[in-house]
């Protein structure tokens, strides 16, 4: 994959000019500077090492929870380096200072290759292969300093394996584990019926973002004897066994592609869907950094987070409840002898279910960096594929597979969807998020159907412009430290829209794969008064952004709603200003048309209005 570089074209801006009237200031000028397109590859570099660490994973068999646990060591690497050459966003572990011109693309082939080898060094070949092929692909696109982006990438590898060798992970000398005697307690599984169960220790492990592992802990399941047992006892004793006659082919296909054993199952699953989408938005690297550091702390933790509450719990599977329900106390829950769950069940307690808290606390990372749940795509396993129109979809299809393969209660689903989701708006909230006055990312609300191409030409801004400065000044706000505004367009990655950096705007070439809305009558906003379409729908508003950015420029804050907010919706022009102006309100006298809602929001005492095409 390539990606236009940005960061070698940034340059510092001119210092405004202050104490200028405004009344004598003549119209503003911009300065307008298309990037030349400079391929580089990086943008695929945080893939390509989650692949092959994947990989290595199946390879060795290692669990999930395991598997998770790699992964955010390796992806919090990647990003604490690159995000230390050009930070936009908080440090995660490892706060460093890069020497300057530091290649931010050999920073993250090097953390990941370093975090990687020392995770497993009997693939050592492996890794440096990898290394040695990337390194390779800079020095042929000829990308400058590489040998302080790898000196930084080894750095922050380092402390990431320091800060995680003692955390908990690795297992006691010794295990111990007390099987229960009483109904509902844990039994050892077929067909193995190992007395140890899986990880019982793994509830101690070190959270990555979480304050303890206990944080989210569930409540308990429901008694024996409840009506909520009984239902979900019923429910997957039919649909759950091997040879049901209940359980539709769709919801077989379900289970089976879930529980793939090759694919490393929820993990792996859950990284290739992060890697679809982000190859389908043409994330950037740093994008990518981001978003694979918060999908991967995010299900590292919420493996811990599920395991503190099986362990609390201790509840035992279908597989040894059904066979023994006349011990249960419960007269609605008619044992079945040999009773066998469609695939085998994993050797740990049942309450709550890792499938689903991982699935839902990956769903809520990916929702919350794309800035909207609804986003479409396939996950591929073996030859089936299956298609979502939202993250939580695929989350709440994962749990559910459970259920239909025999292993999992509706409640161990529900539990472990609910953690899920605590656990993923937990770290989203606290964690990666952006450094504040540093870039002030404007972003649009959902992703694009279909990718609209083009690219922004230089000489449809400057208008556009000079009327979003117009409009502040309508409405009372002296724009006169504005002098000199410099607007570039560049491939900005992800749903990113615009941004304010370096005292300069920002605009994305196609507007996120929308396509920009270029207002030839930018004094009027009748196209999005009247019925029908003049050419906004499915656009997003080059003169909204504009507007929205100048506001940074001015020094205002994103707010809760009008023109300041940090999404915007494709086929919407917000505006600013009074409710009612003449034409002596224009600087150029010329009058404006402004389509105002019944609903007013305040930024800072500005009224803010928005105009959307009915």
Same mark, same amino acid.
């Given at each position: 994959m390539k990606f236009r570089s940005i960061l070698s074209a940034l340059r510092p801006a001119r210092p405004p000019h202050r104490g200028r009237s405004a009344a004598r200031r003549a119209a503003v000028r911009p300065r307008l500077e298309p990037l030349d397109d400079r391929c580089l590859p990086s943008a695929a570099f945080i893939p390509e090492w989650n692949d092959l660490v994947l990989d290595v994973q199946r390879l060795? &068999?290692?669990?999930?929870?395991?598997?998770a646990r790699a992964l955010a060591m390796m992806n919090a690497a990647i990003y604490d380096s690159v995000n230390a050459i050009n930070p936009t966003h908080e440090v995660y572990r490892v706060p460093a200072t890069p020497a300057v011109g530091a290649s931010d693309d050999a920073a993250a082939a090097q953390a990941a290759h370093d975090v990687a080898r020392g995770l497993y060094p009997n693939d050592v070949a492996r890794f440096d292969g990898l290394l040695n092929n990337e390194l390779d692909e800079l020095v042929r696109e000829g990308e400058t300093g590489i040998a302080d982006g790898i000196a930084l990438g080894q750095y922050v590898a380092g402390k990431i394996l320091a800060w995680r060798s003692n955390d908990g992970s690795a297992p006691p000398p010794v295990v111990t584990y007390t099987i229960g005697s009483n109904p509902g307690d844990w039994q050892p599984t077929p067909p193995l019926l190992n007395r140890i169960p899986a990880t019982p220790w793994w509830p101690g492990v070190a959270p990555f973002a979480l304050e303890s592992g206990d944080q989210f802990r569930a409540g308990p399941p429901p008694a024996l004897t409840s009506a909520d047992y009984t239902a979900a006892f019923n429910q997957v004793k039919s649909l759950g066994e091997l040879h049901s006659t209940t359980r539709t082919p769709e919801q077989t296909e379900i289970a089976l592609f879930w529980a793939d054993p090759a694919s490393n199952s929820g993990v792996a699953i859950w990284s290739q869907i992060t890697e679809t989408v982000s190859k389908a938005h043409n994330l950037t690297l740093a994008d990518n950094a981001r978003l694979y550091a918060q999908v991967s702390v995010a299900n590292a933790d919420a493996f811990i987070a599920s395991f503190d509450t099986k362990y609390a719990y201790n509840f035992w599977r279908p597989v040894t409840a059904i066979p023994a329900? /006349?011990?249960?106390?419960? @007269? /609605? #829950?008619? =044992?079945?002898? &040999?009773? #066998? =769950? $469609?695939?085998? *069940? =994993?050797?740990? @307690?049942?309450?709550?279910?890792?499938?689903?808290?991982?699935? +839902?606390?990956?769903?809520d990372a990916l929702a919350a960096f794309f800035g909207t749940d609804q986003v479409d795509f396939t996950a591929k396993v073996g030859t089936v594929e299956r298609s979502f129109h939202k993250f939580t979809d695929a989350a709440k299809e994962a749990g559910q597979s459970r259920i239909y393969a025999g292993i999992h209660w509706s409640f161990d689903k529900a539990a472990g969807e609910n953690l899920g989701r605590k656990v993923g708006q937990y770290v989203v909230d606290h964690f990666f998020r952006p450094l504040p006055g540093t870039g002030e990312f404007l972003t649009a609300a959902g992703a694009a159907p279909r990718t609209v191409n083009g690219t922004l030409r230089a000489n449809r801004v400057q208008p556009l412009l000079n009327e979003a400065l117009a409009r502040w000044q309508s409405a009372g706000v002296d724009t006169s430290a504005l002098q000199g505004i410099d607007v570039r367009v560049a491939d900005l990655g992800g749903l990113t829209l615009g941004k304010v950096a370096d005292g300069a705007i920002w605009l994305d070439d196609n507007a996120a794969g929308w396509g920009w809305f270029v207002d030839r009558t930018a004094r009027s906003d009748s196209e999005f008064t009247r019925r029908g379409n003049q050419g906004e729908k499915n656009r997003m508003d080059l003169l909204t952004v504009l507007t929205h950015e100048v506001g940074h420029l001015l020094g205002y804050d994103h707010e809760a709603g009008g023109?300041?907010?940090? +999404? $915007?919706?494709?086929?919407?022009?917000? #505006?600013? &200003? @009074? #409710? *009612?102006?003449?034409?002596? /309100? +224009? $600087? /150029? &006298?010329a009058p404006t048309l402004f389509a105002w809602s019944a609903n007013s929001l305040s930024i800072d005492g500005l009224d803010s209005n928005y105009a959307k095409r009915k």
């Amino acid at each position: 994959m390539k990606f236009r570089s940005i960061l070698s074209a940034l340059r510092p801006a001119r210092p405004p000019h202050r104490g200028r009237s405004a009344a004598r200031r003549a119209a503003v000028r911009p300065r307008l500077e298309p990037l030349d397109d400079r391929c580089l590859p990086s943008a695929a570099f945080i893939p390509e090492w989650n692949d092959l660490v994947l990989d290595v994973q199946r390879l060795r &068999g290692q669990g999930n929870a395991q598997a998770a646990r790699a992964l955010a060591m390796m992806n919090a690497a990647i990003y604490d380096s690159v995000n230390a050459i050009n930070p936009t966003h908080e440090v995660y572990r490892v706060p460093a200072t890069p020497a300057v011109g530091a290649s931010d693309d050999a920073a993250a082939a090097q953390a990941a290759h370093d975090v990687a080898r020392g995770l497993y060094p009997n693939d050592v070949a492996r890794f440096d292969g990898l290394l040695n092929n990337e390194l390779d692909e800079l020095v042929r696109e000829g990308e400058t300093g590489i040998a302080d982006g790898i000196a930084l990438g080894q750095y922050v590898a380092g402390k990431i394996l320091a800060w995680r060798s003692n955390d908990g992970s690795a297992p006691p000398p010794v295990v111990t584990y007390t099987i229960g005697s009483n109904p509902g307690d844990w039994q050892p599984t077929p067909p193995l019926l190992n007395r140890i169960p899986a990880t019982p220790w793994w509830p101690g492990v070190a959270p990555f973002a979480l304050e303890s592992g206990d944080q989210f802990r569930a409540g308990p399941p429901p008694a024996l004897t409840s009506a909520d047992y009984t239902a979900a006892f019923n429910q997957v004793k039919s649909l759950g066994e091997l040879h049901s006659t209940t359980r539709t082919p769709e919801q077989t296909e379900i289970a089976l592609f879930w529980a793939d054993p090759a694919s490393n199952s929820g993990v792996a699953i859950w990284s290739q869907i992060t890697e679809t989408v982000s190859k389908a938005h043409n994330l950037t690297l740093a994008d990518n950094a981001r978003l694979y550091a918060q999908v991967s702390v995010a299900n590292a933790d919420a493996f811990i987070a599920s395991f503190d509450t099986k362990y609390a719990y201790n509840f035992w599977r279908p597989v040894t409840a059904i066979p023994a329900a /006349d011990t249960d106390g419960n @007269p /609605d #829950t008619v =044992p079945v002898p &040999g009773w #066998t =769950p $469609l695939i085998n *069940t =994993p050797n740990h @307690p049942s309450y709550a279910s890792n499938h689903g808290s991982q699935s +839902r606390a990956a769903a809520d990372a990916l929702a919350a960096f794309f800035g909207t749940d609804q986003v479409d795509f396939t996950a591929k396993v073996g030859t089936v594929e299956r298609s979502f129109h939202k993250f939580t979809d695929a989350a709440k299809e994962a749990g559910q597979s459970r259920i239909y393969a025999g292993i999992h209660w509706s409640f161990d689903k529900a539990a472990g969807e609910n953690l899920g989701r605590k656990v993923g708006q937990y770290v989203v909230d606290h964690f990666f998020r952006p450094l504040p006055g540093t870039g002030e990312f404007l972003t649009a609300a959902g992703a694009a159907p279909r990718t609209v191409n083009g690219t922004l030409r230089a000489n449809r801004v400057q208008p556009l412009l000079n009327e979003a400065l117009a409009r502040w000044q309508s409405a009372g706000v002296d724009t006169s430290a504005l002098q000199g505004i410099d607007v570039r367009v560049a491939d900005l990655g992800g749903l990113t829209l615009g941004k304010v950096a370096d005292g300069a705007i920002w605009l994305d070439d196609n507007a996120a794969g929308w396509g920009w809305f270029v207002d030839r009558t930018a004094r009027s906003d009748s196209e999005f008064t009247r019925r029908g379409n003049q050419g906004e729908k499915n656009r997003m508003d080059l003169l909204t952004v504009l507007t929205h950015e100048v506001g940074h420029l001015l020094g205002y804050d994103h707010e809760a709603g009008g023109v300041m907010q940090d +999404r $915007l919706e494709a086929g919407i022009r917000w #505006t600013i &200003g @009074p #409710t *009612t102006m003449t034409a002596s /309100d +224009r $600087l /150029d &006298g010329a009058p404006t048309l402004f389509a105002w809602s019944a609903n007013s929001l305040s930024i800072d005492g500005l009224d803010s209005n928005y105009a959307k095409r009915k």
